[in-house]
C-alpha cells in the first residue's frame, strides 16, 4: 500500500509504503513500513531515520489459527510526527476586550492553529485575525526531526479593541521550547502602545493586562501556555470624585497612564442659523444676492476638568481618536466665505447654515496611586474631517419677515443655487437649497466639494459675522431688513 501523509488538513510531501508478506505455508511472515519524501511509485527512496519528520511503526502482529483460514496474521501500522519538542498557547480575550489585526508566526514547519496547519497564503490567514471576547485561539508549534534546528516557537500580536473600538494598545507574546536533556520553556506577553511589528514599545501602565498560566500536555517536552487578555481592574467615578482625581491622573503630559478610549462616534449637524439679515429685491427682475461672512468651529467637551489638566487632556483625546478612527481633530481656524443666491422680484432671500461635528463619546482611564479609574459619561464635539455642514438658501414674498428661517409664516421657498459659481456639491445641501460658497480674497480656490462646507461653532464658540452685503440687482434698487 501507498498512500500519501495528509497532517492536519495539509496535503504534505511525504508518503508511506507499507506490505506484509506470508508464505502459504504460514512458517514465514514479513512485514514493513517506511517514509519517502515524494511518491515511491514514482521512484523516490525512503527516508533515514535522520531526516523524516514523520515515523511508520508497529508494535507487532498477531498470528491465529483456524480452519478458514489456517494461518491469519494481524498487523496494524502506525503514523505520526517526530516530535522533538512542543509549545503550545491559547490566547483567551476575556470580558469586552476583543483583539483584531492579528498576526501569528512561528520559525517551524509544523505550526497548528485552530486544528488546521497555519496556511502560508496571507489571504488565507483572515480567519485567524481577530479574536472575539471569550473565544480562543489555539496554536502549536514543533519542533521535528529532520527540520529546523529552531525551537519550536509560536509568536503573536494583536490590537485590543475595548467595547467593539480600537485602542491604542496591542498585545504580543510567545512560547518557546527547547529540546534537550532537560527542556527549557521560555514564554512571555506584554502591552505595547502601539503595533510591536513597527517598532512600538511595551508600555509599564496601561489598562489592560496579559496574565499567563501553564500546564504541562506530555511532561516538559509538551506543554502549553494561557494567554488572557483582559482589562485591569477599574473603579468607576462619580461626578463628586471625577474632577479631582482626572485631574491627578491625567494633568502631566509625561505621566504616560491617561488614555481616553471612545465608546460611539456619531455625526451631530445642528439645526440651521440665519446668516445676517434677509435681503429684499424690490425690484420687478430677478437680482443676485451675495453675503461675505468668516467663521470657526472648535472642540467642546461635556468633561469636568480643571484648568490645570484641560491641555493635556485635550491632547490624550486626539491622539486616541487618531488611532481609533485614523483621523486627527483640532480647531479650525477662521474662514473667510461668501453665500450667493438669486431672488426673485418681490421676494426677500436668507442663507441659513447648519454646521456638521462629529459627537465622540467615551471614557477616560487613568492611574493614580497604583489604581486605575474610569471617568464615564462625557463626549467631544469636534469638527466633522468628511465635510463642515449645509448651507441653504430661501426666499419668499416680500411682505413676509422670515423671523428664524424654516417653520415662519408665509412658507419659505428654496432658492437655487448661483448657476454662476462651478463646483459646488448638491450633496452637501439641504434638499434642494444648496447655496453657493467661495473663499473671498483676490485668489479664489476652486478645487471641488470641500469650499461649499463652510465652517461655523457650536455649542457655546462663536460664529464671526462679517456683514458686508452686495447686491447685484438688474433694474431697481433693494433694501435690507435689519
Excluded at 498470528?63 to 478458514?68: C, D, K, L, V
Aim: with cysteine; net charge negative; glycine share 10%.
Amino acid at each position: 500500500m501507498n498512500a500519501r501523509i495528509v497532517d492536519f488538513g495539509r496535503t504534505t510531501d511525504y508518503w508511506i509504503k507499507a506490505f506484509v508478506y506470508v508464505e502459504e505455508s504460514g512458517s514465514t511472515y514479513a512485514s514493513d513500513c517506511q517514509i519517502y519524501l515524494g511518491d515511491p511509485a514514482a521512484g523516490s527512496q525512503p527516508l533515514g531515520e535522520d531526516a523524516s519528520p514523520y515515523q511508520c511503526w508497529s508494535p507487532g502482529y498477531e498470528q491465529t489459527t483456524g480452519e478458514h483460514p489456517r494461518q491469519l496474521f494481524s498487523e496494524t501500522f502506525t503514523i505520526t510526527s517526530l516530535n522533538w519538542a512542543a509549545a503550545r498557547g491559547a490566547i483567551m480575550p476575556q470580558g469586552t476586550v476583543m483583539l483584531g489585526d492579528g498576526h501569528v508566526e512561528s520559525p517551524s514547519t509544523r505550526f497548528v492553529v485552530d486544528g488546521r496547519w497555519y496556511p502560508s497564503d496571507p489571504s488565507e490567514q483572515k480567519p485567524y485575525a481577530t479574536i472575539e471576547p471569550g473565544a480562543t485561539l489555539n496554536f502549536a508549534a514543533f519542533r521535528r526531526n529532520g527540520e529546523s534546528t529552531a525551537n519550536a516557537e509560536g509568536l503573536f500580536s494583536y490590537r485590543i479593541y475595548d467595547g467593539g473600538v480600537p485602542t491604542r494598545f496591542w498585545v504580543s507574546g510567545y512560547a518557546s521550547n527547547w529540546r534537550g536533556v532537560e527542556f527549557n520553556w521560555d514564554y512571555d506577553c506584554a502591552i505595547y502602545d502601539g503595533d510591536p511589528l513597527t517598532g512600538a514599545l511595551v508600555v509599564s501602565a496601561s489598562p489592560y493586562s496579559c496574565d499567563m498560566a501553564t500546564t504541562k500536555v506530555d511532561g516538559n517536552a509538551d506543554y502549553r501556555v494561557d494567554f488572557r487578555v483582559q482589562a485591569a481592574s477599574i473603579q468607576t467615578l462619580g461626578p463628586l470624585r471625577a474632577r479631582d482625581y482626572i485631574a491627578a491622573g491625567c494633568s502631566d503630559p509625561g505621566a504616560g497612564s491617561c488614555y481616553f478610549v471612545p465608546t460611539s462616534d456619531e455625526t451631530l449637524i445642528e439645526h440651521g442659523k440665519v446668516l445676517g439679515a434677509p435681503y429684499a429685491n424690490n425690484g420687478s427682475e430677478e437680482a443676485d444676492y451675495s453675503f461675505y461672512y468668516a467663521t470657526a468651529r472648535s472642540i467642546t467637551h461635556t468633561f469636568d476638568i480643571t484648568a490645570s489638566a484641560e491641555v493635556n487632556v485635550l491632547e490624550i483625546f486626539k491622539a486616541s481618536i487618531k488611532v481609533a478612527y485614523g483621523y486627527e481633530h483640532t480647531d479650525e481656524t477662521t474662514e473667510k466665505w461668501v453665500a450667493a443666491m438669486k431672488i426673485p422680484a418681490h421676494q426677500e432671500g436668507w442663507f441659513e447654515y447648519a454646521p456638521a461635528y462629529r459627537k465622540i463619546a467615551g471614557d477616560f482611564l487613568f492611574e493614580v496611586d497604583g489604581t486605575w479609574y474610569r471617568v464615564t459619561g462625557g463626549s467631544f464635539t469636534v469638527p466633522d474631517d468628511k465635510g463642515i455642514g449645509h448651507l441653504s438658501s430661501f426666499t419668499r414674498d416680500v411682505v413676509a419677515v422670515p423671523g428664524g428661517g424654516v417653520g415662519s409664516e408665509p412658507p419659505p421657498t428654496p432658492a437655487p443655487i448661483d448657476p454662476t459659481h462651478s463646483g459646488v456639491d448638491g450633496a452637501m445641501g439641504q434638499g434642494k437649497a444648496s447655496g453657493a460658497l467661495a473663499a473671498t480674497g483676490t485668489d479664489v480656490d476652486w478645487t471641488g466639494p470641500t469650499w461649499i462646507a463652510i465652517a461655523a461653532v457650536l455649542m457655546g464658540a462663536v460664529l464671526f459675522l462679517k456683514r458686508f452685503l452686495a447686491a447685484r440687482r438688474a433694474v431697481n434698487p433693494g433694501s435690507r431688513r435689519g
